[in-house]
């Protein structure tokens, strides 16, 4: 399932065309002032929420993140781990594209396939391979587990 929470007129590459092809950067700014930007992360979470019509619970759980410090990621009082993140990805059942958007979305580093670790959380978001199951493979390769920064 793809999420759509981009309320822009323009995607993304077509506002660095626009970027690209304009001569005079206060036009560029002044006529495009509602394209530039992200949402919060916690609106973006919220969207993506509705989108799915699931509670934050339902998803933290999924995840496997702790349901208070999950919760408190939803109402915006805590700022997520990168790892966090790559759970809540998770816990949204996405696919690697949709992850990749939640990374940039939290100002995270994007997953990268020459990272041995990212490489198998990519392949277990692709195959929709569980958030546990992910940690058990981790465990098996000795890589550092999402589990890491204290969440479950």
Same mark, same amino acid.
């Given at each position: 399932?793809?999420y759509n929470?981009?309320?822009?007129r323009?995607?993304?590459?077509?506002?660095?065309?626009?970027?690209l092809?304009?001569?005079?950067l206060?036009?560029?700014l002044?006529?495009?002032?509602t394209?530039i930007?992200?949402p919060?992360?916690?609106e973006?979470l919220?969207? $993506?929420?509705? #989108?799915?019509?699931?509670?934050?619970?339902?998803? *933290? &759980? !999924?995840?496997?993140i702790?349901?208070?410090?999950g919760?408190?990621?939803?109402?915006?009082?805590?700022?997520?781990?990168?790892d966090?993140v790559?759970k809540l990805a998770f816990?949204?059942?996405?696919?690697v594209?949709?992850?990749?958007?939640? $990374?940039r979305t #939290?100002?995270m580093s994007?997953?990268y396939p020459? *990272? &041995? !670790?990212d490489?198998?959380?990519?392949?277990?978001?692709h195959?929709h391979?569980?958030?546990?199951?992910?940690?058990?493979?981790?465990?098996?390769?000795d890589?550092?587990?999402l589990?890491?920064?204290g969440?479950l």
């Open positions: 399932m793809s929470v981009n309320e822009s323009l995607t993304t590459d077509e506002l660095m065309n626009v970027l092809e304009e001569r005079n206060t036009g560029f002044r006529s495009n002032n394209e930007g992200l919060s992360f916690r973006y919220e969207k $993506l929420r509705q #989108a799915k019509g699931e509670s934050a619970e339902k998803i *933290v &759980l !999924r995840g496997n702790e349901k208070s410090y919760h408190q990621i939803f109402r915006g009082v805590r700022k997520p781990s990168r966090t790559i816990g949204f059942e996405m696919d594209e949709d992850a990749q958007k939640m $990374l #939290a100002g994007m997953l020459r *990272v &041995l !670790r490489a198998v959380v990519i392949y277990s978001l195959n391979i569980s958030v546990i199951d992910t940690e058990i493979i981790l465990q098996q390769l890589l550092p587990l589990s890491r920064d969440s």
